[in-house]
């Protein structure tokens, strides 16, 4: 069974349990007001004509919400393990010589075909040695 706690039904938000947004076709769950996040439920930022989602302390991340790097005088907003992703907060893409941050399964947006052409090549030897 699902560890995470009952929000309604006896299930978790991610398995149908909870209000859900009332936007047609949304299926994130809802804040405040009938609606989630990214519809505008949930707190605000309260900067002047900005309407973005709180990300902590009453600002969303432009304006100064949310937990920040650990590094002096940096004010990125902190990723992995208090840093930012300048300062090691994030994964690095795989490829050689390549500083982008990985964007998921080990490779950044230029790079991520190489996932894909390893595993092809893998596969194709894999074939040939039957």
């Not at 947004?21 to 309260?46: D, F, I, M, W, Y």
């Not at 920040?68 to 393990?81: E, W």
């Not at 190489?114 to 894999?126: I, N, P």
Request: hydrophobic share 20%.
């Amino acid at each position: 069974g699902c560890p995470k706690g009952s929000q309604g039904r006896n299930l978790c938000i991610a398995h149908g349990g909870g209000k859900r947004c009332k936007v047609e076709n949304c299926p994130k769950s809802a804040q405040s007001h009938g609606l989630c996040k990214g519809h505008g439920g949930g707190a605000r930022c309260t900067f002047a004509n900005c309407n973005k989602s709180s990300q902590g302390g009453g600002f969303c991340r432009k304006h100064g919400g949310g937990k920040r790097c650990d590094v002096p005088k940096c004010k990125n907003s902190a990723q992995r393990g208090n840093f930012c992703a300048k300062h090691g907060g994030s994964k690095a893409c795989q490829a050689d010589n390549c500083a982008r941050t990985d964007r998921g399964g080990g490779y950044c947006e230029l790079h991520r075909h190489y996932k894909v052409l390893r595993l092809t090549k893998k596969l194709q030897d894999e074939m040939a040695a039957m």
